[in-house]
Structure formats: structure tokens, C-alpha cells
């Protein structure tokens, strides 16, 4: 595929930590707009590290990364924020900023932008509704549980509608209601054109929803696709039914908000 076609192209990539030996071996893969992927692996495989390398967070070892049209290599370094704000993150240990409110932290990519603050003021209350945290807006992040620092996490990196969404482990401290929620919303975000990447070890999830998947084992990638077709339209239907039982009561707000949001 050519770069043109793709929103992130690896091509022999290595990474080694100082002088130990590679942790990811001769990554090559392409992901297209709008495409929909779980990284799966066992703990160590690399999922981490091959996220950090796609939010530029680490320079390869070796090997071409190509994202957004742009060689990383050859870019100047004045362009690399731009190129980042364009990425939205979902951090396994959510990285929030403890002296901001649950509100605050998620507005902070829309201030960021120079959103106007009274849509700052109404995407965000829609948003945090979506994910169950309307009671939580002034809460600090040290006083939250670690199931509502991570729906403030992913708040946070889908509020600004990024082209790329990466999530590492975003479901890992959420119980199944919650999860197959949070994934309706990432659907949601993909059906209007987010590539997105889900690091999870959540096998029962990726078995259910039946999406490609990327896979690591001892530094080295493989892809597949259970439903034969970039995605199961039938089990993300399924995901759809599910999350809307048992939130009837906030399920009409709820819906509305994602939708004027997204």
C-alpha cells in the first residue's frame, strides 16, 4: 500500500531498550483510514512499546515509520506537535493531571485547540455523561476510583475526534457493562472515519466483536481477521444491544450527547 493510502505504514521497524536485544523484530504492516484493529499478545510481547512507536512517544531502532503522510525520520521537528495532536492516546496507567477536575482534564485538548469555550463547555458535559461520570465534574483525579480515572482517560483522548485513537487497555478496570459502552463509543468514533488501535487482553471482547487483529509474539507481528471482512457487522450490532440494557434511565441523554458530540 502506498503512504498515500494509509494513515500509519511501519516497514522493518526494530526497537531495542540500550543494548538489550530487540523487543520488536521487523514490524511491517499498514493501517488504512477508518480502520478498526485489537493489538492482542501476551504480558511482554511488546503491545506497549509498538503504541508508544505509533504516538511517537519512541524513535525505532531501525526500520521506516510513515504517519499521516509523513516519514518520522526526515520530518522536522517543528511539525511533530502538530502531527501528535492529531493522535488521540488512551494511557494504561491514564497519565490525568491531578490538580485539574475530571472537567478540566477532558477540556484540556479542546482549550488546547482554542475551542471555543462555551462548546468546550457543551461537548465535554455530553461526553462525560456518555461515560457515566456527570456526578464526578469537579471531582480531583486522586479521588476517583481506577474504573472513573479510566472513562476520564478515554474522555479525554476521543474529545477532540482524533484522525488515529490508540488504547492501551482502556477496558482493563471497567466492568463488562461498562466495556462493551466504552467500545459502542469507539465504534461510534470509527464510523466516522478514526483509524483506531486496542491494545487488550481482553480475549473474550476481541472473540466477541470479531475485529482484525494485530498480534505480537516474542517481538514479532502477525494480522488476522476472524470475520473475513475488516469487521463483524454483526457483533458490534450485538455490542450496540448490549450496552443499551440496563442504562435505560440515562440511556435518551446519553445518546443524544455522543451523538451532537461526535
Known amino acids: 500500500m502506498s503512504p498515500s ?16 536485544p530487540e523487543v520488536l523484530q521487523d514490524i511491517s504492516f499498514s493501517l488504512s483510514p477508518g480502520s478498526f484493529h485489537f493489538l492482542v499478545g501476551e504480558s511482554g510481547a511488546g503491545k506497549s512499546s509498538l503504541l508508544k512507536l505509533m504516538y511517537l512517544a519512541l524513535t525505532p531502532t531501525r526500520g521506516l515509520i510513515n504517519l499521516f503522510d509523513h516519514d518520522i525520520a526526515t520530518t522536522p521537528r517543528r511539525q511533530m506537535p502538530e502531527l501528535r495532536r492529531r493522535v488521540g492516546v488512551v494511557f494504561q496507567e491514564f497519565r490525568l493531571m491531578n490538580h485539574l477536575s475530571t472537567f478540566d482534564n477532558v477540556a484540556l485538548p479542546l482549550r488546547i485547540a482554542g475551542i471555543r469555550e462555551s462548546d468546550v463547555q457543551k461537548h465535554v458535559i455530553e461526553l462525560l455523561a456518555w461515560v457515566g461520570l456527570q456526578d464526578h465534574m469537579d471531582a480531583r483525579p486522586p479521588t476517583l476510583s481506577g474504573g472513573q480515572q479510566q472513562r476520564v482517560s478515554i474522555a479525554r ?13 482502556p477496558t482493563g478496570n471497567v466492568d463488562d457493562a461498562m466495556a462493551y459502552r466504552l467500545m459502542h463509543l469507539f465504534e461510534e468514533l470509527n464510523r ?19 475485529l482484525p487483529c494485530m498480534k505480537l509474539d516474542k517481538g514479532q507481528l502477525s494480522m488476522f481477521d476472524p470475520s473475513g471482512d475488516g469487521r463483524s457487522a454483526t457483533a458490534l450490532a450485538q455490542m450496540s444491544q448490549s450496552t443499551k440494557k440496563g442504562t435505560a434511565k440515562t440511556e435518551t441523554t446519553a445518546k443524544s450527547g455522543i451523538e451532537n458530540y461526535l
Do not use: C, M, W
Open 157 to 169: 483522548a476521543v474529545i477532540a475526534h482524533p484522525k488515529l485513537l490508540l488504547a492501551d487497555e
Open 192 to 210: 466516522l472515519g478514526t483509524t483506531i488501535v486496542i491494545a487488550t487482553h481482553n480475549q473474550q471482547l476481541v472473540e466477541r466483536l470479531g
Open 5 to 20: 493510502g494509509s494513515i500509519v505504514r511501519f516497514e522493518n521497524v526494530g526497537l531495542r531498550y540500550g543494548i538489550g
